[in-house]
């Protein structure tokens, strides 16, 4: 089961009495626990049948004792638990003490008053774990995984229609370009560009070139493109930009770096038949970020990216120690990127 078959299971009466949230896509396991509030509680007992934890500070058992306590006012409560890191293989920063048997026991005899969320800002669960098994056996346990590219531009129709606004297909391109894939990012520029646009508007390219502004990744992305279209002066200017905003050169250098270590990653996976969101998980990017880098890998052969990585490196040691000027060193830099591309093209 997904969230979305979980959602509509709503819309027929059944409600599950424990739920399991994990992901890094916390913006729509937001959106998701809005609508099953507002589907479960009453909105004037809504204040007496709801409760959130988090779970970094407060022990399990103080959760748990909340869903087993009668609901005040109301005939049925809704107790929310995030950071619910002992469910993960990685640290737990809790401070509170928890023991994941209670929760095993809980799950296995739920109290019939109660819906118990618990969510997990993590990729994965760590299945190895007897808690985990458990959960999986009697509690819905949903993932919430970065959208693809197909997702993100329907969720961004969907979005911008809920404004009262309709967004261009090639607006929705553009803003992903512009702002990148993270759904809280994006959902925060819908909002500024259907207030500009007005009530029944329509949002246009135009109106994300004047008022969405790029992000150093997504500019970064922008200069990568420039390069392999044989545009460097473009790619230069760019540059330039970030650097007037007092981005650091040592940063810029790692987002470049980043860049076409994912588009060598992304080249060699689609090789060995890899789908798009498979070179998602395995390089552990955005799969639209994984989309813009296999479609620039396509401009350099493999042997280049694996020559321009091994001159990154070098130049990242350069520049740290101060054997070459940072803006310099980023500069010839992109010059040569420049002259690559056109042998590649060649």
Known sequence: MDYKQA????????????????????????????????????????????????????????????????????????????????????????????????????????????????????????????????????????????????????????????????????????????????????????????????????????????LSIRTPEQNVFQLVEEIAKLRPERAMTILHDLLKEKEEPIKLLALIARQFRMMLGAKELAKQGFSQQQIASQLGAHPYAVKIAGEQAKRFRTETLERLMKELADLDLAMKSGSIDKTLGLELFILRLGAAAASAAR
């Open 7 to 210: 959602a509509r299971e709503w819309s027929q009466g059944t409600i599950r009495p424990v739920y399991i949230l994990y992901g890094t896509e916390t913006h729509i396991m937001g959106e998701w626990l809005e609508l099953l509030t507002a589907t479960a509680l009453d909105a004037e007992t809504k204040d007496f049948a709801f409760s959130r934890y988090d779970l970094t500070e407060t022990p399990l058992e103080t959760v748990l004792e909340d869903a087993e306590t009668l609901p005040f006012l109301a005939p049925r409560k809704l107790v929310v638990a995030s950071n619910a890191h002992f469910l993960t293989g990685g640290r737990d920063p809790s401070k509170a003490e928890h023991k994941p048997e209670a929760l095993q026991s809980y799950a296995a005899r739920p109290a019939e008053h109660a819906i118990l969320v618990l969510t997990v800002p993590a990729e994965k669960l760590d299945e190895r774990k007897k808690v985990v098994k458990s959960l999986k056996e009697s509690a819905v346990v949903l993932p919430f995984a970065p959208l693809g590219p197909a997702e993100l531009q329907q969720w961004i129709a969907k979005k911008a229609a809920g404004r009262g606004v309709r967004i261009e297909p090639d607006a929705a391109e553009a803003l992903l370009a512009r702002v990148g894939g993270s759904c809280a990012t994006l959902a925060s520029e819908i909002e500024k560009l259907a207030l500009f646009v007005g009530q029944g508007g329509a949002i246009r390219t135009e109106h994300i070139e004047s």
